[in-house]
């Protein structure tokens, strides 16, 4: 914070004009009118005294409020409002996420699938039309299905492995991954065929191609889930492997209809 040296009282304290020094401030600042300066004499229009009945620090905001605060006029718009946005959508999803947790897991879980799957369709099936269909159902499963089983199943792994750090991590990663992946992962390839018509495919589909693509997921989940479970807030866990199944959404979706 920048204080005028008129402005420090003993012992280095800011001294504010109130009612009771408002001429004698005014005097001292403003004893003469301003006339003109360099900036008038080169053609430009001179600041405007500032008023003394008001304190020497306005609201600027950003980089350039200080400066400009204390020359009586706001400052410029710098780049707090920016950070200042992101902590209040972070700071309004985390209340979100202690007041209803399965709610937002959940949403959230829709969102990234919906985006895995658009990505999907982009990048990965540039020869086919965009499927609208698909995108709603995938999106749903992760509303429906996905979010609220990561809930449940983080809720049953942290009752069961009650420590942290590294070595419950890896207790959790070794549950996680080799014990429920292959279900849940058979579960939503057979819930995509099933929504999509295409039921009396599951059999064959999962015996072809299951253990390719558990295989494909340990290559991705097992280092990360590692690192979620042994170092992220379990508050936050869901939302971390949500945000690395983006990238995984894409491969599942692919997998699931190819």
């Keep these: 914070m920048v204080v005028t040296a008129g402005l420090l ?6 001294s504010l004009p109130g009612p009771s020094n408002n001429a004698v401030f005014g005097s001292r600042l403003f004893r003469k009118p301003v006339g003109p300066g360099p900036s008038a004499r080169l ?3 001179p600041l405007a005294p500032r008023n003394p009945n008001t304190t020497c620090f306005d609201s600027g905001g950003g980089s350039g409020g200080g400066a400009g605060a204390l020359r009586g006029y706001s400052g410029g718009s710098g780049g707090g409002s920016g950070r200042s946005g992101a902590a209040g959508l972070w700071a309004a999803y985390t209340t979100l996420l202690a007041k ?3 709610l937002t897991k959940s949403v959230t879980a829709g969102v990234l699938n919906g985006l895995g799957d658009v990505l999907a369709q982009v990048t990965v099936d540039k020869h086919r039309d965009f499927d609208f269909k698909r995108l709603a159902i995938f999106a749903f499963l992760g509303v429906a299905m996905i979010g609220p089983m990561l809930h449940a199943w983080y809720g049953v ?3 069961v492995v009650t420590s942290t750090g590294p070595k419950a991590g890896l207790m959790r990663m070794v549950l996680d991954q080799f014990v429920a992946a292959p279900f849940f992962i058979g579960s939503v390839v057979a819930a995509v065929m099933v929504l999509e018509g295409h039921g009396e495919q599951v059999g064959p589909k999962l015996r072809r191609d ?3 693509i558990v295989r494909s997921n340990w290559a991705l989940w097992v280092p990360f889930q590692f690192l979620n479970f042994g170092y992220i807030p379990a508050q936050f866990q ?3 492997a949500n945000c690395v199944a983006l990238v995984w959404n894409v491969y599942l ?3 699931s209809h190819n």
């Design 9 to 14: 009282g003993p012992a280095g304290r800011v």
């Design 43 to 45: 053609g430009q229009k």
């Design 100 to 102: 209803k947790p399965l």
């Design 157 to 159: 792994l942290g009752r």
């Design 210 to 212: 299951l253990f390719s």
């Design 238 to 240: 869901v939302l971390a």
């Design 253 to 255: 979706s692919y997998a």
